[in-house]
């Protein structure tokens, strides 16, 4: 099997939208797909992209819960606050979900069952006087999505696995990444951001306020095999692949697009 390296990405981004641009030679190798139905009403949500079409996704149970209790703490900086009349909480937040469908191209059909979860640990300065308010700032940040995925077209189909991970820590962040394997070929998963872009006077300008989250780049060993590109609701997929991996790649891309937590640093 052929995979075709995608060099020199280039992001643009236009007075309307973001988009990704790609060289000629990409251009003559691999398929945009537009994406429909990612927005808008979520019951009996079905999603388009390009020759790919989902069922009707089911969700499942949303759970969410909160744990807050005052922090006691005799550190120089802690007692310092309290002069002020501020106090310190320790909040803990947990959210599940889960969702599944099938998606097919009347060749190849493709089953999915995913699972989401977050952990997030704050801590949370307020003042007595209510009308202040509170700023929290994480401590501690756990995000996962896992996502089983069939081939039901298949005879003796091969289960392929996706996860995405996101961990933050007090001094650093981590982007989400992930994998996408069946045990024996395994694609690699990573954030798209902008961090500039080239308005229409040809000038390149950086993106206000930090680099924005685009969606996810897809790689097999050292080449570029497709972008979920989430500002222009495209997914673009190198042509020479077997049918097969093409239709686990678009299992996959719908699963992104689907997941509640998009850009898990801007949440």
Not at 119 to 137: C, D, I, M, T, Y
């Amino acid at each position: 099997m052929k995979y075709l390296i995608l060099f020199g990405w280039v992001l643009l981004l236009s007075c309307s939208a973001a988009k990704v641009a790609v060289p000629g030679e990409f251009e003559k190798g691999a398929t945009a797909m537009k994406v429909k139905g990612v927005n808008g009403w979520m019951i009996n949500q079905t999603l388009t992209i390009g020759e790919y079409e989902t069922s009707p996704v089911k969700r499942g149970w949303d759970f969410s819960s909160v744990w807050q209790a005052s922090r006691i703490s005799f550190r120089p900086e802690d007692q310092i606050l309290k002069v002020f009349d501020i106090n310190t909480d320790n909040r803990s937040l947990t959210e599940k979900s889960k969702l599944q469908f099938t998606i097919e191209n009347g060749k190849e059909k493709a089953a999915v069952f995913a699972l989401e979860k977050l952990s997030e640990k704050q801590l949370v300065f307020k003042n007595r006087n209510p009308r202040w308010g509170e700023l929290a700032a994480t401590t501690n940040l756990q995000y996962a999505f896992s996502a089983a995925i069939m081939l039901v077209s298949e005879k003796q189909p091969e289960p392929w696995q996706l996860v995405m991970v996101h961990k933050e820590g007090r001094a650093e962040m981590v982007e989400e990444q992930g994998y996408l394997t069946n045990g024996d070929v395994q694609f690699t998963i990573e954030t798209l951001r902008i961090g500039s872009y080239t308005n229409k006077k040809g000038k390149e300008m950086k993106v206000l306020g930090g680099p924005s989250f685009a969606g996810y780049e897809i790689r097999f060993e050292d080449g570029v095999v497709g972008v979920v590109d989430m500002l222009d609701n495209q997914v673009w997929m190198v042509n020479e692949l077997y049918p097969a991996y093409k239709m686990i790649l678009a299992a996959a891309s719908a699963s992104l697009l689907l997941k509640q937590k998009k850009d898990l640093s801007n949440r």
